[in-house]
């Protein structure tokens, strides 16, 4: 978060601070007067719970597995997409099939891949599937696009020069490309999140996901909402981490 | 760059759609088919080979034939379940992108409402908001109404962006047009802005619609009662395998049908309004 | 001369750049436009006359100085929705026919729109047959009539044109000047054109006002004394081209470094 702040004017930080304290205040208004019911903590609960060992460990626990999920998905399915996308610009006949490909299979509801993958990787790599889709999906479009809108006139001059589909792929529309590629690495990066957790729906045994649906199932609110924070925070954490990297891509090759 | 800029060009980053290539020069309809579905194709061959020459049995993967024919054959067990997950999704669409478009507005209105709202609209971009489906099945009980909640925020927060965006980059000549014409600030909102934040909401319309399905399956996944989501948990339990995988196609069959759909909706929506 | 019906007095018009620097647009300019009369102002790129014209439209105020109309401050007549305005990119709102485009004024004034005079417009513009086309499906010359007609739908007190013309090929800016000329003969309405076309402007105004480079002042004041309604004969005339080329020259002096932006 402090990242993103460090460049807001002073002037925007102001309200904006007042929406944030707001809106905590609100949380814990509605808690203290249960205006939505027992299933709403005061702010006061959570933290306590936050702080205490057990949850803790089992926090971390669930942390390590959906963040080795997510992160493992994240390399995945980038590097995965990036080739797909590197294929479609080499072999232009393949690249409307690719396209469409990419749109079904990201069309297709995760809940539908749920049977093939449960059958295929498992219980357990169900979730790092999943998160890789979701990655994939949002650098194969960034990276499509990228190498696609490469300036015309500079295709022309490698044209004219002679210069193979390959280098002209590797040496003009790669570099071209990456800042726009970055940026969907700062989409993918919480879409992986987001997929590790939901696929740890779908009967893995330990992550984030698992942690939300037993606390769910269970009514064991504070862990409800303490796991909630904790997805939500891991997403905040990749995607900050990845504006951070798309700050450094910027400077360094534009 | 401000909060606000920043969410906003992700959202536009994520509203580009795949590129259109240009189809291959030479060939004729026949190639241009095969150049764009023979990835679907691979998929499905792949699938049966699968199938076949693992020698599973139909408990852990059914064969194409198998589902398409449940889904045919017994199309009266999908329909109710079907319909209500798309009702939901529906309904949630509406609200949603109502919501969106009144913030927006708001925003647009007051300097101090859009300075406050900003940081929580950011906030909430970073929230996996699918993955908060529990929280809301416990905040709002376990029925239609979290179906509802969970498809109306995931409709709402791409509406909310790109309208606001919109109605604050209206070409500057027609402002000033309207300017000397003396329009009320209503009338600008009214007869220039609104109409100019059209293409906006159809690119939301086209980001939301499919994820909005999904969210409402998944909701329905883990909360019982009506719905695909319901329908595919109740088969995986009671091991029917021909039907969970038929659910899985007719749920990505109505995806992929959203997503067309609601592209087609922006593509007639932008000649008309542009 | 009775009361002008437009009065700018030494205005100075500075935009604010960063760090407490400023552009100075216009430095003390003076000028005054009679009822019914047709007032071109000329000038090299950046000299600031734009900002005249957004100074009279009230969409700018100055610096120093006053503007006013017919005695009263520019928000006023905008106010009881008495100006019209028509500029270089037509501002068409692109969902709406070019009929509806032309009855905006109308419904901005939230007055119910006046049809016959809004046939009567489209007639005025030649776009009749066009009225249920959209912006998109028209030629640019055809947009921009369609802006024209729209500025003077509500019969304004003054009519307002900054470079209406300015994105038209040669042919049709000619085309379209002629036509300007036959409406504003039948309309007579004060008119301020904005304009860096010097045939243009002294086939169209009663008077021509050149500008200096950026500050913009004054330069020079001509008088046009063709008869009305000018046709293309008057393009024609020996004495229009001498207009013309003294005009030029003395535009093509404005420019010359140490006036124009070269120095800033
Ligand atoms: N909103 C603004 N902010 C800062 N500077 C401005 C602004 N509007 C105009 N200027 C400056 O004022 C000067 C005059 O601008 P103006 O648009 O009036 O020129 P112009 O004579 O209409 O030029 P052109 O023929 O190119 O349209 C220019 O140097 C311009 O940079
Ligand atoms: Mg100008």
Request: proline share 6%; glycine share 8%; aromatic share 6%.
């Amino acid at each position: 978060m402090s990242a993103l702040l460090a460049r807001v004017p002073r002037r925007t930080v102001l309200p904006a601070v007042a929406g944030i304290v707001l809106l905590v205040v609100a949380a814990d208004a509605i808690g203290r007067l249960g205006l939505a019911g027992a299933a709403w903590p005061t702010v006061t609960d959570v933290v306590d719970y936050l702080t205490s060992p057990t949850a803790q460990t089992l926090l971390g626990r669930a942390l390590a597995a959906t963040g080795t999920a997510a992160a493992i998905g994240f390399v995945a399915g980038g590097l995965g997409a990036l080739a797909l996308a590197l294929l479609g610009a080499l072999l232009p006949a393949a690249g409307p099939g690719l396209d469409r490909l990419a749109a079904v299979v990201h069309a297709v509801p995760l809940i539908a891949l749920a049977p093939l993958l449960v059958t295929t990787v498992g219980r357990e790599g169900t979730s790092t599937v999943i998160a890789a889709l979701a990655a994939g999906f949002a650098v194969f479009v960034a990276a499509t696009s990228a190498l696609a809108s490469t300036a015309r006139a500079g295709r022309d001059v490698f044209a004219v020069l002679g210069a193979s589909r390959l280098s002209t792929v590797l040496r003009l529309q790669l570099p071209a490309g990456l800042p726009t590629i970055v940026d969907g690495l700062t989409l993918a990066a919480p879409a992986a999140v987001l997929g590790a957790v939901i696929g740890e729906w779908f009967g893995a045994r330990r992550g984030l996901g698992v942690l939300l649906v037993s606390a769910m199932q269970n009514v064991q609110i504070p862990l409800l909402w303490s796991a909630a924070l904790s997805a939500a925070a891991l997403s905040l954490a990749a995607y900050v981490l990845l504006v951070a990297l798309r700050g450094w891509v910027t400077r360094r090759f534009t | 760059m401000t909060l606000a800029e920043e969410s906003e060009r992700i959202v536009r980053a994520r509203a580009a759609a795949p590129v259109r290539r240009p189809a291959p020069r030479t060939g004729g309809v026949v190639r241009r088919v095969v150049s764009r579905y023979w990835t679907i194709a691979v998929l499905l061959v792949g699938w049966q080979l699968w199938a076949s020459l693992n020698g599973y049995n139909r408990i852990v993967v059914p064969q194409p034939g198998e589902v398409v024919a449940d889904v045919v054959g017994n199309s009266g067990a999908y329909l109710p379940d079907l319909l209500a997950t798309l009702g939901m999704s529906a309904a949630g669409l509406l609200t949603g992108m109502a919501a969106g478009v009144a913030l927006a507005v708001a925003v647009w209105t007051s300097p101090l409402v859009s300075g406050m709202t900003t940081p929580i609209a950011l906030i909430m971009r970073s929230v996996p908001v699918v993955a908060m489906i529990p929280v809301l099945a416990r905040v709002f009980g376990y029925g239609w109404q979290t179906v509802l909640v969970i498809t109306t925020i995931v409709s709402f927060f791409p509406a909310f962006v790109f309208v606001a965006a919109r109605l604050r980059d209206a070409p500057r000549s027609t402002s000033d047009v309207f300017a000397v014409l003396g329009a009320s600030r209503v009338t600008v909102l009214r007869r220039l802005l609104l109409p100019h934040a059209v293409p906006g909401l159809l690119v939301a319309f086209r980001l939301t619609a499919p994820s909005a399905v999904l969210a409402a399956m998944l909701a329905e996944y883990l909360m019982g009662g009506r719905g695909l989501g319901v329908l595919f948990a109740q088969s995986v339990s009671f091991y029917q395998p021909e039907r969970a995988w038929g659910t899985a196609l007719v749920a990505t069959v109505v995806s992929v049908a959203c997503f067309v759909g609601a592209r087609a909706v922006e593509r007639r929506g932008l000649a008309r309004m542009t | 001369m009775s009361q002008p019906a437009i009065a700018l007095q030494s205005v100075v018009k500075e935009f604010p750049l960063r760090r407490g620097t400023a552009v100075r647009a216009l430095d003390r300019f003076d000028l005054q436009i009679a009822d019914g009369e047709f007032v071109a102002v000329l000038g090299p790129s950046g000299c600031g006359k734009s900002t005249v014209l957004r100074l009279v439209a009230g969409l700018d105020t100055p610096s120093e100085g006053t503007v006013t109309i017919e005695g009263a401050r520019p928000a006023d007549l905008v106010r009881g929705h008495r100006l019209g305005v028509a500029f270089q990119e037509h501002a068409l709102l692109p969902w709406a026919s070019a009929r509806a485009n032309v009855e905006l004024p109308w419904k901005v004034a939230g007055r119910p729109v006046d049809t016959a005079r809004v046939d009567e417009l489209l007639e005025l513009v030649g776009l009749t047959g066009f009225a249920d086309a959209r912006p998109r499906q028209l030629s640019g010359g055809m947009r921009q009539r369609v802006a024209i007609a729209r500025a003077l739908a509500l019969t304004p007190d003054v009519l307002l044109l900054d470079e209406p013309f300015g994105a038209l090929d040669a042919v049709t800016r000619r085309r379209m000047n002629l036509e300007l000329a036959r409406i504003w003969a039948e309309e007579r309405i004060t008119t301020l054109l904005v304009t860096h076309d010097v045939d243009e402007a002294v086939l169209l105004a009663d008077r021509v006002v050149v500008m200096t480079g950026r500050p913009g002042r004054v330069r020079h004041t001509e008088s046009i004394d063709f008869p009305r309604p000018r046709r293309t004969e008057v393009t024609r005339d020996p004495a229009f081209h001498e207009i013309v080329d003294r005009l030029t020259r003395l535009l093509d002096e404005s420019d010359e470094p140490g006036h124009s932006d070269a120095a800033a």
